[in-house]
């Protein structure tokens, strides 16, 4: 499909790396996936293990983190590629910034491990009461007690959990202060006796869900990750990353379908001609490249702007916001072109429709991002 962004050729050159790599390694495991079969975290980790072997490990991490040391703007272009497979390519080696500052301890226990990808974590910040207002909702709360912490409440929805050993858990340690100076992150391992799993909630984009309840569970004076009252920060500052890559999957996706779309509206003869000479069909292609061109440009603008060391919240709000709002869109569009073969579950554009539904909640709802950050910016 032609691409109206010209990128650098190193930038293509990476991508065309990540694109041998999915090929290879995740295309097979998308067509297990459209066979039925369930799949684990745990085969995902043959194509991890080549991402790393190839120089694809913890994308922009420096060198002496083990990572790849990439520009942000390499980093999202390699994201959109892993992202064409329904099974996308992981590149391990990520860290929720807190750990990077920890004690000596903190880091050979947790952040190596992390860093090496023989530990995974989860991040437990959303509760019963609502995910889109953490600031004002989280009620679970972490005390002093002889020189430990104790937490005390639960969370909810959290994604990961089977896989993890540890979880980041976000507490209430000043109930006046709250999200200004008042909510601190905490390592909880997953074998603490004062931790609970409870239900395992299924999703309609598959991925599986955990609630989980602190029945006084007490964690060492230094589970505290980062600064003491500073967590709401840092888990804002971890989620303003994460919407980037959000952004830059989402897009991957969209392109995937939109190729789709083009490929059986070729194909697809109705009414004595083929399905690409309807101007309907024609509209959906054209509305959906035009929008995709858009929100990529969206991208890569707060990529480079990453790389040149600016702050992006709003700009990753808003690339989260379009790329995720804009998949939905086309994913629609694509499942309509391709009739009932569309929403059959060998196909994968009916995996992502129930994917891609999600997207538009976790890491900030579409709401919050539109009107908690791009509309403060502009009207407060
Ligand atoms: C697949 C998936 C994975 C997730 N993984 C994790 C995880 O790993 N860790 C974790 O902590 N949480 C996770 N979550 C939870 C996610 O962060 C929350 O679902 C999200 O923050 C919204 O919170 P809520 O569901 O409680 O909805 P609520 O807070 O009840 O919000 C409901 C709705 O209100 C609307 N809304 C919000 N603000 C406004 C506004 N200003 N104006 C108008 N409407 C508004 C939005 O449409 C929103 O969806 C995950 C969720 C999903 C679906």
């Known amino acids: 499909m032609y691409d109206p962004i010209d990128l650098p050729e190193e930038t293509l050159a990476l991508k065309g790396l990540a694109r041998q790599l999915v090929t290879r390694f995740q295309m097979p495991l998308e067509e297990r996936m459209l066979q039925g079969e369930t799949l684990t975290w745990e085969h995902d980790l043959p194509g991890t293990a080549a991402a790393k072997e190839a120089g694809l490990w913890g994308l922009t991490l420096p060198e002496e983190w083990g990572g790849a040391n990439l520009s942000a703007f390499d980093r999202v272009a390699i994201e959109e590629e892993a992202s064409r497979s329904l099974v996308p390519l992981k590149f391990g080696g990520t860290v929720f910034g807190g750990l990077l500052h920890g004690s000596d301890t903190q880091k050979e226990e947790y952040l190596y491990p992390v860093l090496a990808g023989t530990k995974r974590y989860a991040f437990a910040q959303t509760e019963p009461g609502g995910g889109a207002d953490p600031g004002r909702t989280i009620r679970t709360t972490a005390r002093r007690k002889d020189g430990r912490w104790v937490i005390t409440g639960s969370k909810v929805f959290v994604s990961n959990v089977t896989q993890a050993d540890f979880l980041i858990v976000v507490a209430v340690t000043d109930a006046k202060r709250r999200q200004r100076g008042g909510i601190t992150n905490f390592i909880v391992d997953k074998s603490n006796p004062g931790l609970h799993l409870g239900r395992e909630i299924q999703t309609i984009g ?122 939905g869109r086309v994913l629609d569009r694509a499942v309509q072109v391709h009739g009932a073969a569309g929403v059959a579950l060998d196909n994968p554009l009916a995996h992502w429709y129930g994917m891609q539904r999600m997207a538009r909640l976790y890491e900030g709802p579409t709401e919050v991002h539109k009107y908690q950050v791009l509309a403060r910016k502009l009207l407060a």
């Open 206 to 327: 598959g991925m599986l869900l955990h609630e989980m309840f602190f029945d006084e569970c007490e964690v060492p004076a230094d589970a505290v990750v980062g600064t003491e009252g500073q967590g709401f920060h840092d888990a804002q500052f971890a989620l303003t990353n994460a919407r980037l890559g959000v952004g830059a999957a989402s897009l991957g996706i969209t392109g995937r379908a939109l190729e789709m779309m083009i490929d059986q509206a070729r194909q697809r003869e109705l009414f004595g001609s083929p399905l690409s000479s309807k101007q309907a069909t024609q509209g959906y292609v054209t509305d959906s490249w035009m929008e995709l061109h858009q929100a990529r440009l969206a991208l890569y603008n707060a990529a480079h702007r990453v790389d040149q060391g600016k702050d992006i919240r709003v700009e990753a709000s808003m690339v989260k916001l379009l790329g995720t709002e804009l998949a």
